[in-house]
């Protein structure tokens, strides 16, 4: 016999638990995934708090004006910006902005996506092709590129990169839902439902798609991470809010880029900052996967 | 006597997980002499397929051979290391697998398959390969040979494909060739014609089978003695006919008897044995089957049994076998089927 | 096979299609307008209007795009509204920059990935491939800007052992025939133009490659553990084969294929990374170009490049694929 023979024959003799408290017990004992909800729960607090942690108001200015800005030293934890702010603040408060921007991104695209891709796997047939056909295309189109073009026609802003992102991950959230409710269909519990007579909607919202939610919340997860770096990504290019006080990590990011000498701690800490947060958002991601299937090697 | 060809003896290997120790085998023997035919029974977990693997060597990370020897051209196997068993495997003993749908490398050619084994273990050049694979395609009933080489195993069916394996084992004419469950997943007619094939190939090259399988029928028709296995232990050895006609064992019995048969009655129940098959996990003192034997004794529980010879040539390891003992309180006399 | 690469090729023109489509209506809904960008902002109705019928853009929408597409088919992709150049030579002028880029960046990403997932894979659980798959995390967790970044900081600013920005040093002089640095200085024997030329692709290619590394690394873990547990391993290990052979011929050669896909997947990320680190390392290539057109609302290049960027995708994908088909048998023989 294999391995996997000789450890189910252990495993057998387990008592059967609930669905999700396995899940949550394979979670918990997960190194990696506990750091990164402990990174998450990190962010939240300090966005959450960002008045009390923050040592400064991040738009005020405190210093001077300098092409050379100070870096880390006394009373500045991460030093002054070009327009003599507090860097620490405007990290800090940073955090808000990024984590809003990630909800509502995700936000966006998983409402629409969840709902064509549900609309695609129940209907079927021609709506079903449309529909799928248009997400291809929009996923053969790679994200950031994707989101510069909406940006593009939108013209910049934090409303309007939201907006992008959140599209941008439609077509991800709309495959997921329709594999899962294809899979569904076929499934005894509900040839059972329709067989004593369950309208459609009630089967889906009552059956289907609670059934579905797993994969969905590990990639709304990731799809977070995504969202705070692709948003970093717009700002960098100058393609996010218009008015330069916003402290949003990737325009921090930009406006230092163009001459590292003077002050690596303005490139250094919304940089990490952003490293950290996304760390922590994929490596939650990864560990509901692996609870929820743990089947799966990657 | 002259030496057995291979010699298997106390053979004991453990599995070490991070959850548990596992016992799949717990000391077996067993010698094989060239052109014998020896079968292994048992059911889905008696270890019957751990203890070839373990003799080939390629048990996997967490499998340990912690017990026995298999001595084979007086070398004790297990003792050997990679490279030196490498030179033994697939060219003095060799094996073929259950599924032939999974065991064969789907991105190869199956020419490629065999002359792999051919130019690893015996030098040959690649025409000289290509050459031979034709032959031995040939000789295990695959029409167009040659054709057939440059094909992928996609191509073929299941019981081409169980012919394909066997070419590829039968390839450096080992002495020893070990067939795990060969037949299982294939259809019945199909099935027959392996066995055929099986036995004519041993004949010919006079090589030793070991076949191994949980299908009565299978051994019947191919070996010449048979080993009954039941939680990593050999519990009743003899000749297969021994077996079929007297068997010992209450476990052996319960085999046979619950081999659906045509004469029966159609309302007739099946019979089954009754229990699971034991957790690995634990060693029990006593007799591993008495927990499903309806000839337990107390000595049963007390005392593991060891192989005795109950006839010439038929052992046994029971303290109360079937043939002098009644089943406590049960309508059921002991006796043949 | 020829079958294959058909059907496959026959697929992919309703996405192009619906590609150029979009594409199309979202560069002419850019705020402000072509006729505006050449203009400026204080250009009369009247000088507009006439722009506009110059340009044939007061047609209806679908007979501009039948016309662009028209066009496209024929080599042309409109002017430059900032140089009134053809877009199709600029494109055509900075794409090799992209390409080398690119495949430098891809180059290092599966030399580097493959052998780390490889080995992670076969020392299951080991000291390697712990740390691989954090090392893997945090590599998708950088920001391409901020990595390229942080290594421009500390390789061409602090340390200064490698230049800051461009291909080739100004002074250098290098004969161009394919354009493609690396490859220019190997054909023309120019070897101090050759150690020049990488010295410039090493930063980029290293910022841009690094996602994709972790990802190929990832897959590859991923696809060699599947294979290790497969029927055939055990199969090539009892026919006594060398522990190399097995290696490669039997896991490698299987693990591979899910891999193919990704690098394949992996262009778009590319090409994304591209416009970013081009950005920041002055690379004059396609990426770059397409920004500066956002910058400069220069609507040509920025449908062109765009487009080029979409074709070039789908087309690579379509290589992934049928390269699939040649390296997959069931798939390739019916």
């Known amino acids: ?298 | 006597m002259t030496q057995p060809l291979l010699s298997v003896r106390d053979l004991e290997v453990k599995f070490f997980t991070r959850r548990a120790t596992i016992h799949p085998v717990n000391g077996i023997s067993f010698d094989l002499n060239p052109g014998d035919t020896l079968g292994i029974v048992g059911e889905s977990g008696c270890g019957k397929s751990v203890s070839s693997l373990a003799l080939m060597g390629i048990l996997g990370k967490t499998g340990k051979v912690t017990g026995g020897e298999v001595i084979f051209e007086e070398r004790d196997l297990l003792k050997l290391s990679n490279a030196q068993m490498r030179s033994v495997r697939g060219r003095q003993i060799a094996m073929i697998f259950q599924d032939p749908m999974t065991s064969l490398n789907p991105v190869l050619t199956i020419g490629r398959q065999i002359t792999e084994v051919l130019r690893t273990h015996l030098q040959m050049d690649k025409e000289a390969a290509r050459k031979e694979a034709a032959t031995l395609l040939d000789r295990v009933g695959i029409p167009s040979a040659a054709d057939r080489l440059g094909d992928y195993p996609h191509q073929f069916s299941g019981g081409m494909r169980q012919r394909v394996m066997i070419a590829m084992a039968i390839a450096c004419h080992p002495r020893v060739l070990i067939a795990d469950e060969p037949t299982t997943a294939l259809d019945v007619t199909i099935q027959a014609q392996i066995l055929d094939l099986l036995r004519s190939l041993v004949a010919e090259e006079e090589m030793a089978l070991v076949l191994i399988t949980h299908d009565l029928g299978v051994v019947a028709g191919v070996c010449e003695r048979t080993n009954v296995m039941y939680a990593g232990r050999f519990v009743e050895t003899g000749t297969t006919r021994d077996l079929f006609e007297r068997p010992q064992h209450p476990y052996t019995l319960g085999l046979l008897r619950s081999v659906p048969r045509l004469d029966r009655p159609k309302t007739a129940r099946l019979e089954t044995i009754k229990g699971s098959p034991r957790d690995q996990t634990q060693i029990l003192t006593g007799c591993s089957f008495a927990p499903r034997c309806a000839y337990a004794t107390d000595e049963s529980w007390a005392e593991t049994p060891l192989l005795r010879e109950i006839a010439p040539g038929h052992r046994v390891a029971c303290w109360n076998p079937v043939s002098t003992s009644v089943p406590a309180g049960s309508a059921e006399q002991g006796g043949h089927s | ?334």
């Open chain 1, 1 to 298: 016999m294999s391995l996997a023979e000789a450890e189910a024959a252990v495993l057998r003799t387990d008592e059967p638990s609930g669905l999700w408290k396995d899940a949550f017990d394979r979670f918990k004992r997960n190194p990696a995934a506990l750091v990164g909800a402990l990174l998450i729960l990190t962010f939240i607090l300090i966005a959450v708090f960002a008045p009390v942690i923050a040592t400064h108001d991040p738009h005020a200015q405190v210093g001077n004006l300098s092409a050379n800005p100070e870096g880390p030293g006394d009373g500045h934890i991460m030093g002054l910006d070009k327009q003599g702010r507090d860097y620490f603040s405007r990290v800090v408060y940073g955090t808000r902005l990024s984590l809003l921007v990630g909800l509502v991104s995700v936000a966006v695209g998983l409402s629409l996506g969840v709902l064509l891709g549900s609309l695609a796997g129940y209907l079927g047939g021609w709506v079903d092709v449309v529909i799928m056909r248009f997400m291809d295309i929009m996923l053969s189109i790679p994200g950031l590129l994707l989101a510069i073009g909406i940006v593009a026609a939108l013209g910049r802003g934090l409303v309007q990169i939201m907006v992008a992102v959140g599209i941008v991950n439609v077509p991800v959230f709309a495959r997921l839902l329709r594999a899962a409710i294809l899979g569904q269909m076929d499934s005894d519990y509900v040839l059972a439902g329709r067989s004593v007579g369950v309208g459609g909607w009630r089967l889906l919202g009552r059956h289907i798609l609670p059934n579905s939610i797993a994969p969905v919340i590990v990639q709304a997860t990731l799809a977070m991470a995504t969202a705070i770096i692709d948003v970093a990504g717009l700002s960098f290019l100058g393609l996010g809010p218009a008015n330069p006080s916003f402290p949003e990590w990737g325009k921090m990011l930009a406006d230092s880029a163009s001459r590292l000498e003077q002050g690596v701690h303005l490139v250094f800490f919304p940089g990490i900052a952003i490293v950290l947060s996304v760390l922590g958002l994929n490596l939650v991601g990864d560990g509901l996967r692996e609870a929820i299937d743990p089947r799966l090697k990657t």
């Open chain 3, 1 to 334: 096979m020829l079958q294959f690469a058909l059907r496959r090729l026959l697929l992919t023109i309703p996405i192009l299609i619906g590609l150029s489509i979009i594409v199309f209506v979202f560069v002419r809904s850019l705020p402000g307008g072509p006729a505006i960008a050449l203009l400026g902002e204080r250009a009369t109705e009247e000088s507009l209007e006439q722009i506009e019928k110059t340009l044939g853009l007061d047609q209806p929408v679908h007979v501009q795009y039948f016309r662009y597409m028209n066009n496209v088919l024929h080599g042309d992709l409109g002017n430059s509204v900032v140089t009134r150049q053809p877009v199709a030579d600029e494109i055509k002028r900075q794409f090799p920059a992209t390409v080398e880029l690119g495949l430098a960046a891809m180059l290092f990403a599966i030399l580097v990935g493959v052998p780390l997932g490889f080995i992670a894979a076969k020392r299951y659980q080991g000291v390697l491939d712990q740390s691989s798959l954090v090392l893997s995390l945090i590599g998708v967790s950088f920001p391409v800007f901020f990595l390229a970044l942080l290594l421009k900081y500390v390789f061409a600013v602090k340390l200064g052992w490698l230049p800051t920005i461009g291909r080739l040093t100004v002074t250098q002089d290098l004969a161009h025939p394919t354009n493609l640095y690396v490859l220019d200085a190997i054909l023309t024997g120019n070897w101090p133009a050759l150690s020049d030329a990488l010295k410039h692709l090493v930063l980029p290619a290293i910022a841009l490659g690094t996602i994709p590394l972790a990802i190929v690394a990832r897959i590859t873990r991923a696809a060699t553990l599947d294979v290790i547990s497969e029927d055939y391993v055990r199969t090539a290990r009892a026919k006594g084969l060398e522990r190399t052979v097995i290696d490669r011929r039997h896991i490698l050669r299987n693990a591979l294929l899910p891999v193919v896909t990704v690098i394949g997947l992996q262009t778009g990320l590319l090409l994304t990374g591209a416009v970013l680190t081009e950005t920041i390392f002055a690379w004059p290539g396609v990426g770059r170009m397409i920004l500066q057109a956002i910058q400069f609302r220069d609507y040509a290049i920025l449908q062109g490049g765009i487009l080029f960027f979409a074709f070039v995708i789908v087309f690579v994908n379509l290589l992934v694929d049928m390269s699939y088909g040649f390296l997959n048998p069931r798939i390739r023989v019916r």
